[in-house]
């Protein structure tokens, strides 16, 4: 039985040289008229907005195209099935790399369904145990999980559909893996299915790979359609499938008390939120999200910078008015040292005096509150979509950033 | 797990084997390749029911992938024309069944599976076929199966029952045992033989 690990790198290993193969057969004088076909069909991108469906139908016909100009074509002559059809992975690589940006995450709707998707994986792993999705104990191996994690969270980091495939066949393959070896050691029969599924699902909220919605829709619209069939097929609709389920999870989909599941998703929205404002009541907030050295730093710490003179100046404001600070002056509270004085308030001990000063507290917290959300989407987006070359006919631009994206990776993440 | 008790290596009840299928499609398919989706409750024993077709027709020369629950068996018809049939299974927990239309989209065969000792896998399966018949592709090939026939003793769903159900809604319907092997064979050679032939032509 394969390791997990030796059959990831195994699997790594030929595209490589296939490219590099692909790459020096269009090199080659001789395939000039592939080379303008491929280069004029790519600019020709450049000419209309995103339009994913459409811009996926025209890369796919390009495919089939090319497939049958390759399989013409002199360089190929008396050319085997399997090289025709490293050909193909090769020019799938070249082109969806190329057009990678402008295809990828292409529409607001799929930035916006990948961020929802990630908030609510976010909510889930404050909570989630196996057991919730009646995952039983011999299967919960925590060293064979990490790897499926860490194959799934490659994803993001690759261009070709191709290897983002591979990425998921590997997850799976780990997990395959894991009940092979559960049955044989608990002496009990593979589950199939009911057993692989939960573990998939469980796994994808651990792992929370980013954007998960766009490589999904990346793969159903770019990978070579002859090509996502069979196995490869099987376990991208589990992928499909398990973002469905996370999507639509509600109190109905675990195995847990419906008051205690919206008991824990309330808990673990507030605890977000309060995540989110301490990290910007403290200056080193604002320095992590002024150095990432994206365009819109200098909006975000001008965004960042207003709200805290604001915070400052109400806030100081309330300390010299403030109320009576033996109940109230609890700076423990926030780690930034500023004092939100009604947090340990009683009802019955306010005053009507009390109103002014909740009320100037409450607008100071809301103020901080939706400029921060404000910055961190701002933040957020190039974060994630950063690792971009840009295309401009260089090959350079088809070496993989793989370090770049794990700051993409949510900070939120508790693992 | 889902299976009822585990699988003694023996290999009885598969004498005879694929010579059922002398008669079977025309020449002209030579190697057709098949979606098949398993669709039934969990703990009917789906998945037994695929791992004792896949090992039984163990062959070290063939390509057998074994996975937990995507497998592929390539059988050798009399007529040497193959099929392989490419084995979906579904996850069978209730909190999943919104998922399925995902898995059987574009099979070409669905086998829903039932367990003989439960009434309430038996009514899953009547789900299962109702759902198939208003979303499934329309030339799709449907068995029904009646698993764990071993358990005589503990049956509560009669085979006429299934018998009869099948016959009302056009499918093919057998009762197998994972346990022993009984029928396992047969089932899949008698979707074989129901499979629609590609023309000469193709």
């Given at each position: 039985m394969d390791t997990s690990s030796s059959s990831s790198a195994s699997a790594a290993a030929p595209s490589a040289v296939t490219f590099y193969d692909f790459l020096d057969r269009m090199r080659n004088p001789a395939s000039l008229d592939l080379v303008r076909s491929i280069k004029s069909f790519i600019v020709s991108f450049s000419f209309n907005n995103a339009n994913p469906e459409n811009d996926g139908k025209r890369v796919q016909e390009f495919f089939t195209t090319m497939e049958s100009a390759i399989k013409d074509h002199p360089l190929w002559a008396n050319a085997t099935i399997e090289a025709i059809e490293s050909a193909m992975e090769g020019l799938e690589k070249y082109v969806m790399t190329k057009l990678f940006s402008r295809t990828f995450a292409s529409t607001s709707e799929d930035v916006k369904i990948d961020q929802e998707i990630s908030e609510k994986i976010c909510l889930l792993q404050t909570f989630l145990r196996p057991e919730h999705l009646d995952i039983p104990t011999f299967l919960q191996n925590e060293a064979s999980w990490l790897l499926a994690e860490k194959e799934l969270q490659k994803i993001n980091a690759l261009k070709a559909p191709r290897e983002k495939v591979l990425c998921i066949m590997n997850c799976c393959r780990i997990i395959n893996n894991l009940l092979l070896n559960a049955s044989i050691s608990e002496n009990v029969e593979l589950g199939g299915a009911d057993d692989f599924l939960p573990v998939l699902i469980y796994i994808i909220i651990k792992a929370n790979p980013p954007q998960l919605h766009s490589n999904i829709k990346f793969i159903q619209l770019y990978r070579r359609q002859a090509m996502l069939v069979s196995e490869a097929a099987y376990y991208f609709t589990n992928l499909v499938s398990a973002k469905t389920f996370i999507l639509d999870l509600?109190?109905?989909?675990?195995?847990?008390e419906e008051t205690e599941f919206e008991k824990s998703m309330q808990a673990a929205r507030l605890a977000n939120k309060v995540t989110l404002i301490e990290e910007s009541t403290t200056s080193n907030g604002i320095k992590t999200l002024g150095e990432?050295?994206?365009?819109e730093r200098h909006d975000v710490t001008r965004i960042e910078a207003s709200a805290m003179s604001n915070d400052r100046k109400s806030l100081e404001e309330q300390r010299r008015?403030?109320?009576?600070?033996?109940?109230?002056?609890?700076?423990?509270?926030?780690?930034?040292?500023?004092?939100?004085?009604?947090?340990?308030?009683e009802a019955s001990r306010l005053?009507?005096?009390?109103v002014e000063k909740l009320l100037s507290v409450y607008k100071d917290v809301v103020r901080k509150y939706t400029n921060l959300c404000r910055a961190v989407r701002h933040v957020s987006v190039p974060m994630t979509v950063a690792p971009i070359p840009h295309?401009?006919?260089?090959?350079?631009?088809?070496?993989?950033?793989?370090?770049?994206?794990s700051a993409s990776t949510d900070s939120k993440r508790g693992e | 797990m889902g299976c009822s008790g585990s699988v003694p290596a023996r290999s009885s009840g598969?004498?005879?084997?694929?010579?059922?299928?002398?008669?079977?499609?025309?020449?002209?398919?030579k190697n057709l390749r098949v979606k098949l989706v398993l669709l039934g409750?969990?703990?009917?024993?789906k998945s037994c029911i695929v791992l004792r077709f896949v090992r039984g027709q163990f062959d070290p020369t063939s390509k057998v992938t074994v996975g937990a629950s995507f497998l592929s068996q390539t059988i050798a018809l009399q007529d040497s024309t193959t099929v392989k049939f490419e084995i979906w299974d579904t996850a069978g927990q209730e909190r999943y069944a919104a998922l399925a239309p995902l898995y059987y989209r574009g099979a070409a065969v669905a086998v829903v599976v039932y367990d003989i000792t439960s009434p309430d896998s038996f009514n899953k399966a009547q789900y299962w076929v109702k759902e198939l018949q208003k979303?499934?592709?329309?030339d799709i090939v449907m068995a029904l199966v009646g698993n764990k026939a071993d358990l005589h003793e503990k049956?509560?769903?009669?085979a006429q029952d299934g018998i009869e159900y099948a016959e009302k809604n056009g499918m093919f319907f057998i009762e197998t045992s994972a346990k022993t092997a009984d029928n396992i064979n047969q089932l899949f050679e008698e979707i074989a033989k129901r499979l629609p032939r590609p023309s000469p032509s193709s």
């Open positions: 509600n109190a109905k989909s675990l195995s847990m990432q050295g994206h365009p008015v403030g109320p009576s600070q033996r109940i109230y002056g609890n700076n423990t509270i926030t780690s930034g040292g500023y004092g939100y004085p009604f947090m340990e308030a005053t009507t005096g009390d295309f401009e006919g260089n090959n350079s631009s088809f070496k993989q950033p793989a370090t770049k994206t | 598969q004498s005879g084997g694929l010579n059922n299928l002398e008669n079977a499609g025309s020449s002209d398919a409750d969990s703990g009917v024993g979303h499934g592709s329309p049956r509560e769903v009669p």
